[in-house]
């Protein structure tokens, strides 16, 4: 089993996705040829940028075209689940391209993993983040009406191979969500390392973390 693990560090939006695809269908070619591939962990933070999945509302983007001009963001629809989001510099995005088959992983189990390596990543900083009952990501006093979320988690599949992934706020500068729902959410706020903790965070040692737990509980799936 390969696992390549790259940092494409600040990379646009678009050309992230073009080249997410090109490894996402090659693994699905590879696997329905009995091919060997390489699965791929790959992270990066992208320029300001705002996503609506599949299931999105265009509702939920609260600007228009013009406001998106002055903001220095864009706005891309895009072929995975959930709503609308929000990418951009010191934010750690992570996209796992993986055949799911050989974690022994189904779709939600591989969902949970991804929440799961943030929740430590957290617990690393001292701070408490789990799940919400009715919602994917990582969550900060989920069950509360102060619930308020740390990373956003939209994934695509097909043969049981996975593209897109998790947006986790480390330095993220929080006032972009404003003009959005975020995850189509109209009653529930977001928040990052940053603010947490008060400072600002070593992006690069949570790359660290992150990479680590996600490998790890991807070798204890496999076990």
């Not at 929080?174 to 003009?179: D, E, P």
């Amino acid at each position: 089993m390969k696992l390549e693990y790259t940092d494409w560090n600040l990379v646009s939006y678009a050309e992230a996705w073009k080249m997410q695809t090109l490894l996402f269908d090659e693994i699905v070619r590879a696997k329905l040829a009995g091919e060997p591939y390489t699965n791929h962990l790959i992270i990066c933070e992208h320029p300001h940028v705002y996503t609506l999945g599949r299931s999105g509302k265009d509702q939920n983007l609260l600007i228009g075209e013009e406001q998106l001009k002055k903001i220095g963001a864009t706005l891309y629809h895009i072929d995975r689940g959930g709503d609308i989001t929000y990418h951009g510099p010191g934010q750690l995005v992570c996209y796992p391209i993986l055949n799911l088959d050989e974690y022994h992983l189904g779709l939600k189990e591989y969902v949970h993993a991804l929440e799961g390596a943030v929740i430590n990543v957290c617990q690393h900083f001292g701070i408490k983040s789990g799940r919400l009952s009715s919602a994917t990501g990582v969550w900060l006093d989920s069950e509360t009406p102060r619930a308020r979320k740390i990373c956003a988690i939209g994934v695509r599949s097909s043969h049981y191979v996975t593209m897109h992934g998790l947006a986790f706020n480390v330095n993220t500068d929080l006032k972009y969500f404003q003009y959005i729902n975020p995850c189509g959410f109209m009653d529930k706020g977001v928040t990052s390392l940053e603010k947490e903790l008060n400072e600002k965070v070593d992006m690069e040692q949570v790359k660290v973390l992150l990479r680590q737990e996600i490998e790890q509980l991807l070798a204890d799936k496999n076990k």
